[in-house]
């Protein structure tokens, strides 16, 4: 270890090696982040502004919205670079620093669907109690706690990888920093960190997913219940968005995490990353807005004002 040379930058392989391929996939990038922040931004105005969205569950889904500006942010911005510059890389402490706050706005986002499911199922299971379950002082707890959860796990994951060495290899089979990757070029045994995340993974992931699950399970029960097709319908229709972008983001979290490392996936590796990293946080406003008619009623009001006074 002594005689060889510590590793201080790593190189990213990228979605290509072309010049032409990469400025097409920076301006297809560049849109999908323009998207993602404008989507997202004006779920968070609406929101806030409309009277009729100030009930718990718009106040989780602009909270959801924020989540996804910033998760997006972690990534989008450094890839868009490294893709103009044609300079692929990124510092020990830059690729660091980008796992840790993407561990941190992902088990976020996690547990505030988690809380999201909550808050359906209280509406649909026991209507008559839900202002007084769900008050302004339990739905910030949850939020605040959703965040909490994000940094807990951000560091459990992190603090172990401050100890890896690297010095030998120093090309990430990536376009952005990920711990499965990083570990793979240490030096140094990884044996804990990959536990370490394999426990992570079950705790935080599997515990909010299994207490989503368990909230649709009994919605689901009670949505049966309903003897008229169109109470059926108008039930479903509240969580059916909910669970398209659960359904989005754990289907793919999961591949990418507790799959066993293999070369042979790398490239299906990106595109799963893709998804779930880029895509998701653009899809959830849009899905969210399609689905819900009080929010496409409350941007037709605000657009129709702003119309209307010019």
């Not at 009080?294 to 941007?299: E, N, Q, R, T």
């Amino acid at each position: 270890m002594e005689n060889q040379t510590v590793i201080t930058e790593f190189i990213f392989t990228g979605l290509s090696s072309d010049p032409l391929i990469q400025l097409l996939l920076f301006l297809m990038f560049l849109i999908i982040f323009l998207v993602t922040l404008s989507g997202n931004a004006a779920i968070m105005v609406v929101t806030r502004i409309d009277s009729s969205l100030q009930t718990p569950m718009f106040f989780f889904l602009s909270h959801l919205a924020f989540v996804d500006i910033c998760y997006s942010s972690v990534t989008v911005p450094k890839m868009l670079g490294n893709l103009i510059t044609m300079q692929k890389t990124i510092s020990r402490e830059g690729c660091i620093a980008q796992i840790f706050f993407f561990f941190q706005v992902a088990c976020s986002e996690v547990f505030i669907l988690s809380a999201m499911a909550y808050d359906r199922y209280v509406a649909i299971c026991d209507p008559l109690h839900y202002t007084t379950i769900m008050k302004k002082v339990t739905c910030r707890q949850l939020v605040a706690g959703a965040w909490a959860m994000g940094f807990l796990d951000a560091l459990v994951n992190v603090l172990p990888s401050l100890n890896l060495h690297f010095c030998m290899n120093n090309t990430i089979s990536h376009y952005t920093c990920e711990l499965p990757s990083l570990l793979m070029l240490s030096c140094t045994q990884t044996i804990t960190n990959f536990i370490v995340l394999l426990i992570s993974a079950f705790i935080f992931g599997g515990s909010s997913f299994f207490f989503t699950l368990i909230s649709y399970i009994y919605i689901i029960a009670s949505i049966l219940k309903i003897r008229s097709s169109e109470g059926r319908r108008k039930a479903f229709s509240t969580c059916s968005s909910h669970l398209i972008v659960v359904g989005l983001f754990y289907i793919a979290a999961f591949f990418r995490y507790l799959k066993p490392s293999s070369g042979s996936l790398i490239d299906l590796d990106k595109v799963v990353s893709i998804q779930y990293s880029i895509l998701t946080p653009m899809l959830n406003p849009i899905i969210y807005s399609l689905k819900n008619n009080d929010i496409k009623k409350a941007l037709a009001r605000i657009f129709g004002k702003y119309k209307f006074l010019r």
